[in-house]
C-alpha cells in the first residue's frame, strides 16, 4: 500500500513585511489530487503507550503489526504482551468437525506452562450457544487445553484481571 502523507498549513500574513524574506526553495503551494492520496491516512490514531493505531479497515486496529478486531482484543493484548506471555491474535487453525475439515479462528491463541488454549472474546450479551460449546469441545478433542470465553466489555474494562483468571486456569488444567 502506498500512502502519502499530505499536511496543509495556513498561516495569516496579513499585515507582516516579507520584504528580504529568503523564499527561495519554499513550497507554497501543495497538489491535494495525487492518485496515492489515501483519505484513512487523515484519520490515523497512535496511542502513547503501545504501537496501536487504526488501520485502513474501518474495524481493524494495528497494534505492533498485529491486526486485531476490537478494543477488547487490544486491551488483552497489551496485557499479555506486558506478561512476557506467549500468544498469537486471531489465529486461524484447521481442525476436524462433524461436518469434515474446517477452518476456525482464534481470538488468543495462548501458550503458558506449556500448555495451550484459546482466549474467545465475544462480542454479545449472549452466552457460548451450542455450536459454539461443541466447537470448545473440538478444540479440545484436538489438543487444545483449555478454550474460555469472556465477555467483551469485562475484556475492555478489566483486562488485567481477565488474562490473569485465563493464565491461573490454564495451569490448572491437567496436561
Known amino acids: 500500500m502506498n500512502l ?4 496543509t498549513i495556513e498561516v495569516n500574513l496579513s499585515g507582516a513585511n516579507l520584504s528580504g524574506a529568503n523564499l527561495s526553495g519554499a513550497r507554497l503551494f501543495a497538489n491535494l489530487n495525487e492518485a496515492d492520496y489515501v ?3 487523515l484519520d490515523k490514531t497512535i496511542n502513547a503507550d503501545s504501537e496501536t ?5 474501518e474495524n481493524e486496529i494495528d497494534w505492533n503489526g498485529f491486526r486485531l478486531h ?7 493484548a497489551e496485557i499479555l504482551d506486558r506478561t512476557s506471555t506467549l500468544f498469537i491474535p486471531n489465529s486461524q487453525l484447521r481442525l476436524t468437525t462433524p461436518a469434515g475439515r474446517q477452518n476456525q479462528e482464534a481470538d488468543f491463541l495462548i501458550f503458558h506452562q506449556n500448555k495451550l488454549g484459546i482466549l474467545k472474546i465475544d462480542s454479545g450479551s449472549s452466552h457460548p450457544n451450542a455450536t459454539e460449546d ?13 478454550v474460555k470465553h469472556y465477555d467483551a466489555t469485562r475484556c475492555s474494562e478489566q483486562p488485567d484481571l481477565v ?3 485465563f493464565l491461573e486456569n490454564l495451569s490448572q488444567v491437567q496436561a
Open 70 to 76: 476490537s478494543d477488547a482484543q487490544v486491551k488483552i
Open 134 to 146: 461443541e466447537m470448545c469441545q473440538l478444540f479440545i478433542d484436538s489438543g487444545i487445553s483449555l
Open 4 to 7: 502519502q502523507r499530505n499536511l
Open 163 to 165: 488474562v490473569q483468571e
Open 53 to 57: 493505531e487504526l488501520s485502513g479497515s
Open 39 to 41: 483519505q484513512t491516512d
